[in-house]
């Protein structure tokens, strides 16, 4: 990696090998890394020359990047060359890819098995086989209707609810001890 310091040549290898792990490609994930640590906007030369990439695969890993909003463009006044930037807030950059991830991956899944319980059972294996989808389903909606409500969260707030971590189970394991309390004082038990 051409002109690159260890630690950032470090981080954009790694960042390449993770992509890949992720379901992206390697090379996308290396002009991400570069693209996420460099001090100002790059344009596509640039890119390819600093990781030694020819400028066509510079140029698809970059319109990869913008469908997952995982970049913007930018243009300087005077310069015909588009400059690719990430976004400052690391929460915003989390929710473009939470987003994505789900438009790409659990909402197909949601309409397949929507469009399977709608399905008439042939057989007892069919019957059986449908209820583990519709188990899946309703886990999906729950985690689905879950991501909504965290999405709307402030990254304040919502850094607070990751750092309470296991906290939050006590805090629900209090409130049903509050509840069958409540159920017996009402009860008279």
């Known amino acids: 990696m051409n002109n690159l310091s260890p630690l950032t040549a470090q981080f954009v290898a790694h960042f390449g090998e993770m992509g890949s792990r992720w379901g992206i490609n390697r090379t996308v994930g290396q002009i991400y890394a570069l693209i996420f640590v460099s001090e100002k906007p790059l344009n596509a030369d640039e890119i390819a020359d600093a990781l030694e ?7 698809i890993g970059l319109k990869e990047l913008q469908s997952w909003r995982l970049v913007k463009l930018k243009h300087n006044t005077g310069d015909r060359k588009e400059y690719f930037e990430a976004p400052q807030d690391v929460w915003e950059i989390f929710k473009s890819l939470a987003e994505e991830r789900r438009r790409r991956e ?48 402030s990254p304040e707030t919502l850094a607070r609810l990751m750092r309470m971590g296991s906290s939050v189970k006590t805090v629900l394991d209090m409130t049903d001890k509050l509840k069958v309390v409540g159920r017996k004082k009402a009860t008279g038990e």
């Open 106 to 153: 659990i909402d197909p899944t949601l309409s397949m098995l929507r469009a399977a319980l709608l399905e008439t059972p042939a057989n007892n294996a069919d019957t059986y086989a449908q209820g583990r989808m519709k188990q899946m389903h309703e886990l999906i909606e729950l985690s689905s209707t879950w991501f909504d409500d965290v999405q709307r969260l």
């Open 53 to 59: 990439f020819s400028r066509s695969n510079v140029s």
